[in-house]
Every structure is written in C-alpha cells, then in structure tokens.
C-alpha cells in the first residue's frame, strides 16, 4: 500500500512538475500609451524650466463688471425693428471691415430700395482689390507721402462702387480654394515691402508699379472678371451697380460729429484710414447725431457706422457695449466729452459695422450691431448671436464717430447744409 500511495504522489508532482513547465497563453491588446516617470517627471522639468525663462504676463485687460446686469444681450428682442440683412459674414485675418459693413449695408440698401426683390451677397474683396490699387495710384503720385495700410472707411466703398462698380460674391470672392478664412498679411506685407522699395530706386512708373501689384494681389486673392454672367444675363461690375442693383453711390451720406471742425460744414474726417483725404463728411452737433440715428432706424434704414470698440465698456463675454459710470455718467456724455476723448487718443477710428436694429429699455436705445470682426464670434457658431453685438445708446453716442445712411433718411439734416 505504501509502495502504491508512494507511486502515486511521485506521478502527480510529475505531472504538476510538467503543468509548471508549461507556458500559460497569454492574451493580446492594444493599449494607449500613458505616460510615466520619464514624461510626467524627467521632461515635465525640463519643460517648466525653459517655459519659465519665455514665460510671458498674463494678458489681463481692465474692463466693466456687466454680471448681474440685465442685459438685452439675445438677437430675438430686436427682431420686430429689426432692418433685413443677410446673415453675418467674417472677415477673417484681415483689417477690411470698412468694406464687410457698408457692403453688408448695401446688400440691405438694395433689398429696401427694391421692396424685397434683390436678395444678393455681393463682393467685399471686389471693393478691397480696388481700393487697394487706388492707394498704390496715391502713393506712386505723392511719392510715398500717403497712407498705406489695410484699412479705410466707409465711403471708400462708395467711392470705388461709383468707379468700378459691383458684383456678386458668387462671381469673386477673394478666398482661395484650400481656405475658409480670408487672410491678408503676407500680402500686405509684401505689397508694403515692394512700395517702401520705391523710395530706395525712385521707380515711380505708374503703369509698371500698378501691374506689379496686381500680380501680387492676383496671387493672393484672384482678380475680379471685367464680365460675367448673373442670373441668365451678362454683366460688367458698371452694369451690374447700376441695372441689376439699381443704386446711385451719390445717394448716401457720411455723417460726422466731432467738436474740432465747425458744425453745419463738410469737412475732412481727420483719421489714418482716410487716406485720400475725403471731405464730405457732414459735421453736426451731438444730439442731432443721435436723433438722426434714432429716427433713420426708426424709418426703415440700416446704418454702417464705425467707431472705437476697445473700451473698459466693451465686453466681448457679453457682446455688449455700455459706458460705464466710473468712465463717464451718462448725462455728462455731450460734444465736449467725445470731443476731449478723440483728441486724446483714447476714442480711436478701430472699426467699421452695420446698424441694423434696435429696442427701447429703461428710455435708452439697445442697438443690434451686425458685426465681421472675430470678437463677436466668442459664442456658440449656431447661436442666433453669432456674429452680433449689443450696443447701448450712450455707447454710440460717446464712442461711434461717423455713419454711413441713405440720403433720404436725413433729408431735413441735409437742407441744413443747403442740399
């Protein structure tokens, strides 16, 4: 027996010694990476060192408390006096909102004008690659003594409108093909870089500067067709401003208010951006301003309008625009205050929108600004916000210095001025 139980407890530890010397199967998987000592440690300091010695300041901007402020800040409370315009469009890496709102304003122009017939996106790179040669022209015939940047006003687009005429986005836009974006640096720069070049050699040929540039900007943003077809009929941008659009540039006026050029006079507009040295500006006292504003989007009209947004009163996490109390109290704000802040610098000619509705609260106007700048794009891309500001009425009364309107709707303003 014990011979017998000895036999068996040497065949199982063979057999359990057999089952050891077995490999178990292991399974497989595909596991992402987690990073360890090497990463989260040995680099981590390196890492904090060399950002420690390129670590810039924090960007903090002094600027209004507007939290538990009831802000008419949704685009639903204006749509009832509210003026058509078709959605908002962005003008991407560029200074061009001077064309962005008054073309925005002339697509409105058009639809009002032909009581909701012409629903059209027409071009704003259209205006822009003319106006860009129209500077270059300048600037070869003052031999470099004018102002050359990206930006201009919004009489700029009239101007160009009468000269070159218009057309539809869907004839040129000015984007290439790979980019959602328009972006304009490095053609400006190199624009810039061959025009201050001039100076150097003293090549001022007119005709060879002008198509030097054009090939620039046709690299960049295309060239816009001298004809094309809309809609089954074949247009030039002449023809098309004046068949298909049906508008007359010389029916709009640009109105002004500063205390520094005399009141109930046309007068320049003394800004960088105006840079052919346009004026026509109508210059009247502040209240008239605001009535004129009240009553022009009170009667059916939208407005471009430009101004200074980089204010403590300018809260983009609101998009919304008021002048704060410690800034000014409200029944202070009159001609001299605005006045006082344009010629301190601190009212500055930074950018162009579009007016196109408003609401009453508490007595003062809410204003609904249409915008092409990226600041109002810092909510939701589907929210009906997107796009748009909210401007109180002592914000535009203090800080919005100039506005584009349809003749009409200051018709008495204008007799004033004998027109």
């Given amino acids: 027996m014990k011979t017998k139980i000895f036999a068996i407890i040497l065949s199982i530890g063979a057999a359990s010694l057999f089952a050891q010397n077995q490999p178990t199967k292991n399974k497989s998987q595909f596991k992402e990476f987690e990073p360890g000592f090497y990463q989260n440690s040995i680099l981590k300091d390196i890492r904090f060192v060399e950002e420690k010695k390129t670590k810039k300041a924090v960007d903090k901007r002094f600027q209004m408390d507007m939290s538990g402020l009831d802000i008419p800040n949704k685009k639903a409370l204006y749509d009832k006096n509210t003026q058509w315009h078709l959605p908002p469009v962005s003008q991407g890496n560029t200074n061009t909102c001077w064309s962005f709102c008054t073309i925005s304003f002339f697509e409105s122009e058009a639809y009002r004008l032909s009581k909701g017939k012409t629903q059209v996106k027409l071009s704003e790179m259209f205006i822009v690659y003319n106006e860009y040669l129209d500077k270059v022209r300048q600037y070869i015939r003052q031999r470099g003594n004018s102002a050359f940047g990206e930006g201009s006003e919004a009489n700029a687009v009239t101007r160009v409108m009468k000269e070159y005429g218009a057309m539809p986005l869907s004839i040129y836009s000015g984007l290439p093909a790979e980019r959602k974006y328009h972006t304009h640096a490095e053609m400006f720069e190199e624009i810039e870089k061959y025009l201050k070049n001039l ?62 050029e005399p009141f109930w006079q046309q007068v320049e507009y003394k800004v960088p951006d105006n840079w052919w040295h346009n004026a026509d500006y109508y210059n009247i006292p502040l209240d008239d301003y605001m009535k004129a504003i009240k009553s022009a989007i009170r009667n059916g009209y939208s407005i471009s309008i430009g101004g200074d947004v980089s204010e403590a009163g300018f809260v983009r996490q609101f998009n919304a625009a008021m002048i704060p109390t410690f800034d000014i109290p409200s029944e202070y704000i009159d001609d001299d205050a605005r006045q006082f802040r344009f010629s301190n610098s601190t009212t500055t000619d930074d950018h162009g929108m579009h007016l196109v509705g408003y609401i009453e609260k508490n007595g003062k106007d ?29 914000y535009v009364k203090l800080k919005m210095m100039d506005f584009c309107v349809h003749k009409d709707a200051v018709k008495e303003l204008l007799k004033k001025f004998g027109k």
Avoid: C
């Fill in 199 to 260: 100076k150097t050699t003293n090549a001022w040929g007119e005709v060879t500067v002008i198509n030097t540039v054009k090939e620039i900007l046709h690299h960049y943003i295309g060239t816009p067709p001298t004809e094309f077809e809309f809609e089954g009929k074949k247009y030039t941008p002449k023809t098309f401003l004046k068949e298909y659009l049906q508008m007359n540039p010389d029916d709009y006026a640009d109105i002004l208010s500063y205390k520094q």
């Fill in 366 to 394: 809410w204003y609904l600004i249409k915008d092409s700048g990226s600041g109002s794009r810092n909510v939701d891309e589907k929210a009906p916000e997107f796009g748009y500001y909210f401007f109180h009425e002592d």
